[in-house]
């Protein structure tokens, strides 16, 4: 086991929990509420959305802090970070201060990150012996690539964001 081991699981550790977290967050504050949340920005319907939202964000978190199906968890990271980016964050601008684009991106990067380099050593993809099979540039196609195809999908079959108020008062 090497330093790169280490760097890695720390990393996978540290995103993946955080992703995690958001969707226990989504869970503890009651999905009710996020469904109608996910309504109101046009990704109907919203209790269905609600759910993969956080659920995804739950099992894709705990896989890759885990390093289990890492590639594939990277996958998750990013097309869920695509669809919050796309339906939240990219028309506040870039700082999360503002609830721009910034954390979603970050995110997205130690995914796609993550799947090229590989899960490392210390990952249960290593116990298994899957954790060179998926790495490099086909773990970055694969997460990159699959993510953002998945998230074009899931956008274009649902996603109706809601008529901005053009009328002025006269």
């Given at each position: 086991m090497t330093e790169f081991d280490l760097?890695?699981?720390?990393?996978?550790?540290?995103?993946?929990?955080t992703l995690a977290a958001h969707g226990v967050n989504k869970i503890k504050g009651g999905l009710d509420g996020v469904a109608g949340w996910f309504d109101s920005m046009g990704m109907r319907p919203g209790k269905m959305h609600?759910?993969?939202?956080?659920?995804?964000?739950?099992?894709?978190?705990?896989?890759?802090?885990?390093?289990?199906?890492?590639?594939?968890?990277?996958?998750?990271?990013?097309?869920?970070m695509t669809v919050a980016a796309v339906t939240v964050h990219v028309e506040k601008?870039?700082?999360?201060?503002?609830?721009?684009?910034?954390?979603?991106?970050?995110?997205?990067?130690?995914?796609?990150?993550?799947?090229?380099?590989?899960?490392?050593?210390?990952s249960l993809d290593a116990v298994v012996g899957i954790d060179d099979d998926?790495?490099?540039f086909v773990g970055l196609a694969i997460a990159g690539g699959g993510g953002l195809a998945a998230a074009a999908v899931l956008l274009a079959a649902f996603y109706r964001p809601p008529k901005a108020n053009t009328e002025t008062d006269a």
């Open positions: 760097a890695l699981t720390i990393l996978r550790i540290a995103a993946g929990l609600a759910r993969f939202a956080a659920f995804g964000e739950v099992l894709a978190g705990l896989f890759l802090a885990a390093g289990f199906l890492t590639t594939f968890a990277c996958l998750g990271f990013v097309g869920l601008g870039f700082f999360i201060l503002d609830e721009g684009w910034e954390y979603v991106l970050i995110l997205s990067v130690i995914a796609i990150t993550i799947a090229l380099l590989g899960p490392g050593g210390w998926l790495d490099g």
